[in-house]
T-cell receptor, first 113, second 108 residues
Framework: ETGVTQTPRHLVMGMTNKKSLKCEQH?????MYWYKQSAKKPLELMFV???????ENNSVPSRFSPECPNSSHLFLHLHTLQPEDSALYLC????????????FGDGTRLSIL | GQNIDQPTEMTATEGAIVQINCTYQ??????LFWYQQHAGEAPTFLSY????GLEEKGRFSSFLSRSKGYSYLLLKELQMKDSASYLC?????????FGAGTTVTVRA
């Protein structure tokens, strides 16, 4: 139990579907992150939120739309995805301190048909 | 850009020692983290180095040389449960840049 919960754990969707990934943290952190993890590749940072404000968008296509309604919840809305978007999507949270580690959820395994 | 290199795979015997190297070239540096990730699970924090030298935590130790852009993670007295992927990550202004990970297989 890492204190960061992601749902669903697995998601299969067609290219024209709309779905959302959810992340919730119970650690009192004020920064939250979305990462993409593809096989044999480094984790790619997608978005960063600090105190509910987006501070980083790492050139992510607009078919991925993040939402952070409060410092405990983070969503990733998906629309018109491509087969190359199939990957593990990881959420993380951290305290706003550069010496503190990020805590990760177990991820959502996304498959695009 | 960020460039972080680590070996793809390593194999070692139960009870042995394995050293995972990580070299980095990044635009900024606020510290270096090591994470462990078992298949299908979340990456979990192992260690953090910001100053040169060795940090020891039980069977795991991590070393940093900032002038050389180099770190290693040392796993001692290997156990079967240590079979996992080990991720090196450099922190720059609250953002982490990761290496591709080193898959360690521990054999009996």
């Amino acid at each position: 139990e890492t204190g960061v919960t992601q749902t669903p754990r697995h998601l299969v969707m067609g290219m024209t579907n709309k779905k959302s990934l959810k992340c919730e943290q119970h650690l009192g952190h004020n920064a939250m992150y979305w990462y993409k993890q593809s096989a044999k590749k480094p984790l790619e940072l997608m978005f960063v939120y600090n105190f509910k404000e987006q501070t980083e968008n790492n050139s992510v296509p607009s078919r991925f739309s993040p939402e952070c309604p409060n410092s405990s919840h983070l969503f990733l809305h998906l629309h018109t995805l491509q087969p190359e978007d199939s990957a593990l999507y990881l959420c993380a949270s951290s305290a706003r301190d550069i010496n503190q580690p990020q805590h990760f959820g177990d991820g959502t395994r996304l498959s695009i048909l | 850009g960020q460039n972080i290199d680590q070996p793809t795979e390593m194999t070692a015997t139960e009870g042995a020692i394995v050293q995972i190297n990580c070299t980095y070239q990044t635009s900024g540096f606020n510290g270096l983290f090591w994470y462990q990730q078992h298949a299908g699970e979340a990456p979990t924090f192992l260690s953090y180095n910001v100053l040169d030298g060795l940090e020891e935590k039980g069977r795991f130790s991590s070393f940093l040389s900032r002038s050389k852009g180099y770190s290693y993670l040392l796993l001692k007295e290997l156990q079967m449960k240590d079979s996992a992927s080990y991720l090196c990550a450099v922190s720059d202004d609250y953002k982490l840049s990761f290496g591709a990970g080193t898959t360690v297989t521990v054999r009996a």
